[in-house]
């Protein structure tokens, strides 16, 4: 983060060290967490949110009192003191392994040989198009129609503190209804809320509103639940094995996205339809994918906990 106030060209590096600290911390959760192993990583996640609250309001005063590189400075000096933090606490609960080889950090194949997983990977894929378009293009949304910069910013912040109370809920109801049971009704509110709320938007400030929240609260789910989605397919000890080889898949999903949605909003020249509607179908997609990995695991059961 600190680069990008000398550089412009930071995503890779940016993916990698946040790849590097995210799967380890999520895979230390599992080890500790069995019964209530939702709920348990839904609380690490609000995290996420509580940055998604400040980050984007301390941004917003920074940038015209001292400039873009030093707010990003400022930020990369934060996340400084968080991963210092994060490396103290962050432990495993399983012995320590033999330094590994190099056949064990590639993605571990024999999973695909399971349709589950393949089906889950595929959604969760499906699921990171869907869930950054609005996080991402909230803001100019808002801006396009007539609202202003300071709104947009405050929206995202309404979106994540919505993410937050999501997050938490979520992971307290899958660990009673089940994983992918939860995610799959999140999933279905999420396609509900861009097709029915946010696509007839338009400068309506208070249905505008009234998405961020809904569609924070709904979406929480899609981050915190679909590391333990994938566990349940596997024993503690496999868990990070496995969650790496989804995301290695999951990654792509993450990169393309917001192309494919910025495409779309230009060759609408500018009107955000498609592109809500791409959002839209890509949850839906998602939770057709969903309930394939039930349907592949448990058979045509809709009360089974999965």
């Known amino acids: 983060m600190m680069f990008l106030g000398l550089c412009s060209v930071y995503s890779v590096l940016n993916g990698i060290g946040g790849a590097m600290v995210n799967t380890p911390c999520i895979s230390s959760i599992a080890q500790y967490f069995q019964a209530k192993r939702a709920f348990a990583t839904g609380i690490a996640m609000t995290a996420g949110s509580v940055g998604g609250v400040v980050i984007p309001l301390m941004l917003q005063r920074l940038f015209p009192t001292i400039g873009f590189a030093w707010a990003t400075r400022i930020l990369g000096f934060i996340l400084l003191v968080l991963l210092i933090l994060t490396n103290l606490l962050v432990t ?126 709904v979406s929480g789910s899609n981050l915190s639940l679909s590391p333990v989605c994938v566990g349940q397919l596997c024993g503690v000890e496999k868990f990070g094995t496995y969650y790496s080889t989804c995301w290695m898949i999951v990654s792509f999903g993450t990169l393309t996205g917001l192309p494919i949605a910025g495409q779309i909003l230009t060759a609408s020249g500018g009107d955000y339809t498609w592109l809500i509607v791409f959002a839209g179908l890509s949850y839906a997609l998602a939770g057709t994918f969903l309930v394939a990995a039930k349907v592949a695991k448990l058979g045509w059961s809709i009360t089974k906990k999965y």
């Open 92 to 217: 495993s609960r399983l012995p320590k392994k033999p330094l590994p080889s190099m056949k064990s950090i590639l993605p571990y194949w024999p999973a695909f040989k399971e349709p589950s997983f393949v089906f889950l990977t595929i959604a969760i894929f499906l699921l990171e198009w869907g869930i950054f378009v609005p996080l991402t293009y909230i803001t100019p949304y808002v801006v396009a129609n007539g609202q202003s910069t300071s709104f947009g910013f405050y929206i995202v912040s309404i979106l994540n503190a919505g993410s937050f109370v999501g997050r938490l809920g979520a992971g307290y109801v899958a660990d009673r209804l089940g994983y992918v049971n939860t995610l799959i009704i999140s999933v279905a509110f999420c396609v509900v809320t861009c097709l029915a709320l946010w696509l007839p938007a338009g400068d309506s400030q208070a249905i505008a509103l009234v998405f961020a929240v809904l569609f924070g609260l």
